[in-house]
């Protein structure tokens, strides 16, 4: 079992960025896959980002080219570095840890606005 805590959402205006943090309670290095999720108010759930144990990266369409996942096994975190933020970003966002089930965090809200 893992428990993630997620940290670094806030409000931001457009082309602006932030840092999404998740801290998993237990070492990263054997968790299958883990990424970064957001849902909109009245949308689906959708991936942003994810990380394979082995490094391999995987963007939403929507995070092509602005958005990138990292990991730092030291501190047993996941991060998501996010820039040229647009209001279409606004969610809230999730950190994800897939092991023999799903693990999730309780989410950190992203407001892009002016």
């Known amino acids: 079992q893992v428990q993630l805590v997620e940290s670094g959402g806030g409000l931001v205006q457009p082309g602006g960025s932030l840092r999404l943090s998740c801290a998993a309670s237990?070492?990263?290095?054997?968790?299958?896959?883990m990424g970064w999720y957001r849902q909109a108010p009245g949308k689906e759930r959708e991936l942003v980002a994810s990380?394979?144990?082995?490094?391999?990266?995987n963007y939403g369409d929507s995070a092509q080219g602005r958005f990138t996942i990292s990991r730092d096994f030291a501190k047993n975190t996941v991060s998501l570095q996010m820039n040229s933020l647009k209001p279409e970003d606004t969610a809230v966002y999730y950190c994800?840890?897939?092991?023999?089930?799903?693990?999730w965090g309780q989410g950190t809200q992203v407001t892009v606005s002016s």
């Open positions: 990380i394979t144990k082995f490094g391999t990266t």
């Open positions: 994800n840890a897939r092991t023999y089930t799903n693990f």
């Open positions: 237990r070492s990263i290095a054997n968790i299958d896959l």
